[in-house]
Every structure is written in structure tokens, then in C-alpha cells.
């Protein structure tokens, strides 16, 4: 599989039976597609969807039903649909028990930076909802590739880019790797098949320890 389908399916195993849980754009919406068997949640939508269903057909989507990021999305039984301020009012107060996002960087310290590139001198898109999402979410899990192209660490020891929320990150995956974060260091749970804690500490800007319970992921 690629790594961006591994992450998906390894961010799903984080998901548990009872749960509301917002997906980011991009690699996060994709866990849905891989949810362990016999678990019933709710997923919601910062546009407006508490009860977001499986992708439609191309020939059955509706161009007024669609997620965050304009993706045709089903709506399922029970389905609540509301405007953004009110989905924004839910993300800030608590409702949501977890959030997975997309990263471009994260840290030891739990802060993740996801929404701004440096282009010409300018900071490129705006934050978005993700800034509530950090500050409102019970649990928020970090998705992002281990390293950039050119092979440095985006799990670092203090990010670089502006902040989306600080100290806010509960779990980090990436192709390579699952972290928890702890006080001030990480806590290396799993590794990818074939990579080694050795393998980890050259590609890691980040100070970690391994867990008691470390091993290698199941997918």
C-alpha cells in the first residue's frame, strides 16, 4: 500500500464505537474508508454534517451535499444539518470527542502547524476551522509524512510554521511511525513493517522514548 493509505488505515484504529469525530481535508477523510469492523460512530463535517455517510457514485451525488472540502459526501439516517456558525459553535464547546488533521509539521510538545506555506513573502491559505477544531476537540491526532521530500524531520522539536493550536495533539501518525505525546517528549508506540527504532532516531528531529508496549503496526 502508499503511505498515504497507510496513515488513513492506521488513523482509523484510533477510532472507537460511540464516538463524534471530524475528519480533515485530504488524507483524514480517507480513514473512514477504514474503519475496524463493528464500530458505529458519527462523523461531522466543520461545513455544516453531523452524520456524514460514505461517498456516493459519481451518477447519486448532490452538488449541496458535500464536506469541508467540497467532496460529495451521503447523509445518513438522523442526520443533522446546521450552518457553519453553529458547527463551529459545536467544534469550540467540546462536542467532538476526536479530530484527525493534517499536519505539515508537529512536535514534541504537541503543537501542530497545518494550514500556512511561505510563498513570495506571503503566508498561504488562512487557518480555517482547524483552529477551533484544536482548541474545542477532546482528541486530536496528527497525520502527516514522517519527513519532506528533500528528507528532514517534520516531527521536530518545536515547529517553525505559525501554529494552528498549541499543546494540543494527543497522537502522531505518519508513514513511518505512531507517537503519543508526553510531557515534553514523544512516546514512540509503533513502527511501519521493516522499520526500526534505529530507523526512527535518524529520521526524528524530536526527542522520543520508547514505549513499554512498542511494536509493529497491525494493518
Not at 488505515?9 to 477510532?15: C, G, K, T, V, W
Not at 467540546?94 to 510538545?109: N, S
Request: net charge negative.
Amino acid at each position: 500500500m502508499d503511505e498515504r493509505e497507510l496513515i488513513a488505515r492506521r488513523a482509523a484504529q484510533e477510532l472507537h464505537d460511540g464516538e463524534l469525530v471530524n475528519l480533515g481535508f485530504g488524507m483524514p477523510t480517507q480513514a473512514s474508508n477504514y474503519l475496524p469492523e463493528g464500530v458505529n460512530l458519527t462523523f461531522h463535517s466543520e461545513n455544516g454534517i453531523f452524520g456524514v455517510g460514505p461517498k456516493p457514485k459519481t451518477s447519486e451525488s448532490d452538488a449541496d451535499i458535500t464536506n469541508a472540502g467540497t467532496e460529495p459526501v451521503t447523509l445518513l439516517p438522523g442526520a443533522a444539518i446546521m450552518d457553519l456558525c453553529t458547527s463551529l459553535g459545536a467544534m469550540r464547546r467540546g462536542t467532538l470527542d476526536v479530530t484527525i488533521l493534517g499536519a505539515l509539521e508537529v512536535d514534541q510538545l504537541g503543537n501542530i502547524s497545518n494550514w500556512a506555506v511561505n510563498r513570495n513573502g506571503l503566508w498561504w491559505p488562512g487557518i480555517g476551522g482547524a483552529m477551533d477544531l484544536t482548541y474545542g476537540t477532546k482528541k486530536v491526532i496528527a497525520c502527516l509524512a514522517h519527513a519532506d521530500k528533500k528528507g528532514n524531520s517534520k516531527i521536530l522539536k518545536k515547529v517553525t510554521l505559525p501554529k494552528t493550536g498549541a499543546k494540543c495533539v494527543s497522537t502522531i501518525i505518519t508513514d513511518k511511525a505512531v507517537f503519543d505525546v508526553g510531557d515534553n517528549v514523544l512516546i514512540l508506540r509503533e513502527t511501519a513493517p521493516g522499520v526500526t527504532v534505529e530507523d526512527i532516531r535518524a529520521i526524528t528531529e524530536a526527542d522520543f522514548i520508547v514505549a513499554d508496549d512498542f511494536h509493529e503496526m497491525v494493518l
